[in-house]
T-cell receptor
Framework: AQKVTQAQTEISVVEKEDVTLDCVYE???????LFWYKQPPSGELVFLIR??????QNEISGRYSWNFQKSTSSFNFTITASQVVDSAVYFC??????????FGKGITLSVRP | ETGVTQTPRHLVMGMTNKKSLKCEQH?????MYWYKQSAKKPLELMFV???????ENNSVPSRFSPECPNSSHLFLHLHTLQPEDSALYLC?????????????FGSGTRLTVV
């Protein structure tokens, strides 16, 4: 069975601080995909990144970066120089090639001016 | 607009009412999904349709009845709901019924059962 754990439930930072959102996953499959989604107050989930299990290269996209560590089954997400617009709920998710997405419970990030 | 449109955005219904949620996408996707998002819980997959055929029903109570008349439209018919059914109901679509194709989510319908 697949499982995604986002141990942090709420994080509050001041604008321009860096913040890391943790994600730990469990799966017995060797081929799987990891994702991060952002859910702003408007409700829709916005896709941020997809990573397959064979690609452990870290990725940077602007102020966003992701650290995939298979050895610790973690896929952490860092926002550098956070902004108020980053305030949202962030979900980590996992899927293998034969199943649907399994989501974590989400982390509510509040960025204060 | 995300490409997936859900109506209504908010719905308040009594436990004896019958209502329907609507989801529409014109992205050319073949698969559509209903998810339930309750407070403090992970998103729960409810139903999956691929090419209008239901391919997954995650033990959802019969008071929720999905309908997919074509690949662009998905409905969730609601009747005799319980207060614990109050949640955000999200629709999503994808090219195929595997997440590797990428899901596009709608903004959801916030349902309150009174």
């Amino acid at each position: 069975a697949q499982k995604v754990t986002q141990a942090q439930t709420e994080i509050s930072v001041v604008e321009k601080e860096d913040v890391t959102l943790d994600c730990v996953y469990e799966t017995r499959d060797t081929t799987y995909y990891l994702f991060w989604y952002k859910q702003p107050p408007s409700g829709e989930l916005v896709f941020l990144i997809r990573r397959n299990s064979f690609d452990e290269q870290n990725e940077i996209s602007g102020r966003y970066s992701w650290n995939f560590q298979k050895s610790t089954s973690s896929f952490n997400f860092t926002i550098t120089a956070s902004q108020v617009v980053d305030s949202a709920v962030y979900f980590c998710a996992l899927s293998d090639v034969s199943s649907k997405l399994t989501f974590g419970k989400g982390i509510t990030l509040s960025v204060r001016p | 607009e995300t490409g997936v449109t859900q109506t209504p955005r908010h719905l308040v219904m009594g436990m004896t009412n019958k209502k329907s949620l609507k989801c529409e996408q014109h992205l050319g996707h073949n698969a559509m999904y209903w998810y339930k998002q309750s407070a403090k819980k992970p998103l729960e997959l409810m139903f999956v349709y691929n090419f209008k055929e239901q391919t997954e029903n995650n033990s959802v109570p019969s008071r929720f009845s999905p309908e997919c008349p074509n690949s662009s439209h998905l409905f969730l018919h609601l009747h005799t709901l319980q207060p614990e059914d109050s949640a955000l109901y999200l629709c999503a679509s994808s090219q195929g019924d595997r997440e590797i194709y990428g899901y596009t989510f709608g903004s959801g319908t916030r349902l309150t059962v009174v």
